[in-house]
């Protein structure tokens, strides 16, 4: 900003205002504030001056930072017979503006259902609630419905979405299974969000439903 022929006056100021919209990152998984430093200087090209060391100074502020997950979750078949592979695929994005920290999605999934191909995952891991390793072959009961999975480093934040996911395949029973299966997935982090994972209108949860026919 440049200010031309400012006259010496020890009583009056003069103001510049600016207006910016600023966002942080955590400061770590656990603490999700962060400070900020606007620091502003003043020079004169053509005056001297007899004391230079007050033409500076700094404002701290300190933000707390904000993000917004969402989950969505695909279904290589809507409609299918009992018995046959259904390849699942979950997302979880970050929408910004802050990076997310400590992200998981938690699956709940069907009963009466089997592990044909265990779940794939970049930096990351899946475990189920009771740490049952998941092979092929497994039956998913109420035991070992709920499976979470945990990304090792923080979503980045910014003005471009990042979106990570996990794939995995499942398949029904052969014989008492349902007309339908269907299975939700909510994903959580420690980093505030703009609209809370509870709330009415939240969009970290996803689910997916696929009928079953005779084989």
């Given amino acids: 900003c440049t200010m031309n022929n400012v006259p010496v006056d020890n009583n009056n100021e003069y103001t510049i205002t600016i207006k910016a919209r600023q ?3 955590s400061t770590s998984a656990g603490d ?3 400070k900020i430093t606007n620091k502003a200087s003043v020079t004169s090209p053509d005056t001297a ?3 230079v060391n007050n033409n500076s100074d700094t404002a701290d502020v300190t933000l707390i930072a904000l993000t917004n997950m969402t989950a969505q ?3 290589s078949l809507s409609n299918t017979r009992a018995g046959q592979k259904i390849d699942y695929t979950l997302n979880a994005t970050n929408k910004g503006p802050s990076k ?3 992200v998981r999605i938690i699956d709940t999934l069907p009963l009466k259902m089997v592990w044909v ?3 794939t995952i970049t930096g990351g891991n899946c475990a189920l609630a009771d740490n049952t390793p998941i092979t092929a072959g497994l039956e998913v009961t109420a035991a070992n ?3 979470t999975c945990t990304w090792n480093d923080p979503f980045d934040g910014g003005i471009s979405d990042t979106t990570k996911g996990v794939t995995y395949s499942l398949r029904s029973v052969n014989v008492n299974y349902p007309a339908s299966v269907k299975n939700d997935a909510i994903v959580h982090t420690n ?3 703009t609209i809370a994972w509870n709330a009415p209108n939240t969009d970290n949860t996803t689910d997916k439903t696929v009928s079953l026919d005779a084989p």
């Fill in 23 to 25: 966002f942080v990152d």
């Fill in 32 to 34: 999700a504030s962060n």
């Fill in 49 to 51: 001056e007899f004391d």
């Fill in 73 to 75: 979750k695909q279904a």
């Fill in 100 to 102: 997310a920290e400590n």
């Fill in 117 to 119: 191909t265990p779940p």
């Fill in 145 to 147: 419905q709920v499976m």
């Fill in 191 to 193: 980093t505030p969000e």
